[in-house]
């Protein structure tokens, strides 16, 4: 057994740090409004869209992250990518999430940035989009989720006929991030058999100048960057068969063998965002005192501490091990859907207990506290509830 840090995470953590520092905290200064104690208001106008010095700011960040090689770090080295190893990726998105909330979020681009699942494009197809989105000259959308299908997306009720040569898509999609800026959206529709049958879901890449293509409503959020969900709407949408990702009636899978790695980042995101939240609760309880001492040498509040130190550790040892077993060629499911499962818990158990210690201070938004206890409860509902992962794991063991 080897715990230690692969050297080449260590090196890009450090890179990133002065990255950030270099680069991010500047264009922070300049703009303090997209990030104080009132910036829902000053990122989105009146139809819930980000205004456009906004999105200018976030389209900086990505255009130099390219640059300096951090934007698509764990795509292949063959498509443009840095090759970085699951592993280290997820280290690093760990270290990310141990910050304040800020513009760092747009160095690795998100839901709109590069996805493994465009690792299924025909020549053609990399040329038209997966080399733009490497570059940062366009964004994607990952279109799945629908009104009455969440947690069971091969019920969905879009479909994708075929006219011809060309595929005739009709459908809604909720929620989706990145859905008002994206350039194009990796749309998945049933192209054959019946609902509830994982086979015969296609994904399309459709154009967002489409006809029939329409950004509908973005939704308002909670505690999240605002602007950033919307309902789709394809209504007759035709597209060539040229658009297809990967092999028709497949989509499904090809979607699945990627939400894995997906489920391991966003467990390494929650235990940066528990640690960020105890070191914040630690200094907190090391300052604060009442009845003349630190608040930190009542058990009452250490106890908490400890017992959160020994949770972010566990989770942290988790989510790394299921990223080795993937790493190692091994079926991983099971540790996927357990890490991403008591990552959401704990990243919310964390902003609990720092808010319990930061008392009213915690409840105040001019505090650091507070938004990050509204940010972490959407952990437990995408890319699988808790509930969808227990169930995995069940599945797993019966
Ligand atoms: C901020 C945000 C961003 C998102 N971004 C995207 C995106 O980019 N693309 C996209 O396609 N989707 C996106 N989603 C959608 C997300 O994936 C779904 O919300 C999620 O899969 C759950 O589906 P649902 O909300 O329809 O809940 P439902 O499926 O309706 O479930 C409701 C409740 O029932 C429980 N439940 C359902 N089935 C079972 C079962 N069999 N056993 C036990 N309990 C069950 C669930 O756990 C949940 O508690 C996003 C959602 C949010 C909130």
């Known amino acids: ?214 950004v509908e409503h973005v939704h308002r959020t909670m505690g999240l960057t605002p602007g950033g969900q919307c309902e789709l709407r394809f209504d007759g949408v035709r597209v060539g068969e040229d658009k297809v990702l990967g092999e028709v009636d497949q989509g499904f899978q090809t979607a699945m063998n990627w939400i894995g790695g997906g489920r391991i980042k966003i467990a390494a995101n929650a235990v940066g965002t528990a640690q960020h939240l105890l070191d914040l609760a630690v200094d907190y309880a090391r300052d604060r005192e009442t009845f003349g001492k630190p608040i930190g040498h009542r058990q009452g509040v250490s106890f908490q501490l400890a017992d959160l130190a020994t949770e972010v550790e566990q989770v942290r040892w988790l989510y790394r091990y299921a990223a080795w077993k993937i790493q190692n060629g091994e079926r991983a499911r099971k540790e996927e859907s357990m890490a991403k499962l008591r990552g959401a818990e704990l990243a919310n158990q964390a902003a609990d207990v720092a808010m319990q210690v930061y008392g009213g201070a915690g409840f105040m938004k001019d505090q650091p506290i507070e938004r990050r206890y509204r940010g972490t409860r959407v952990l437990r509902i995408f890319e699988g509830t808790d509930e969808i992962q227990r169930r995995t794991i069940a599945r797993e063991l019966i």
């Not at 922070?28 to 819930?48: A, Q, S, T």
């Open 1 to 214: 057994m080897d715990f230690s840090e692969p050297a080449e995470a260590t090196q890009i953590k450090k890179a990133l740090d002065e990255f950030i520092e270099q680069e991010v905290v500047p264009l922070e200064n300049e703009h303090p409004e997209f990030l104080g104690e009132d910036y829902e208001r000053h990122i989105v106008d009146e139809d819930h869209f980000q205004v456009p010095e906004y999105r200018e700011v976030v389209e900086t960040i990505r255009q130099k992250s390219v640059e300096a090689g951090f934007y698509g770090m764990d795509m292949p080295e063959e498509v443009g990518g840095g090759g970085v190893d699951l592993l280290t990726s997820a280290i690093v998105t760990e270290h990310l999430a141990n910050r304040p909330p800020g513009f760092h979020d747009a160095i690795m681009g998100g839901a709109g940035g590069p996805t493994a699942i465009l690792l299924a494009c025909t020549e053609e197809q990399r040329e038209e989009y997966l080399d733009p989105l490497m570059e940062g000259e366009i964004t994607t959308c990952f279109a799945l989720t629908e009104p009455d299908h969440g947690s069971d997306p091969q019920y969905m009720d879009a479909t994708a006929e075929k006219d011809g040569d060309e595929w005739v898509i009709d459908g809604n999609k909720y929620w989706i991030t990145n859905g008002p800026y994206a350039d194009f959206a990796m749309v998945f529709a049933r192209t054959s058999g019946e609902k509830g049958e994982y086979g015969g879901i296609t994904c399309f890449l459709v154009d967002a100048d489409k006809e029939g293509y329409s």
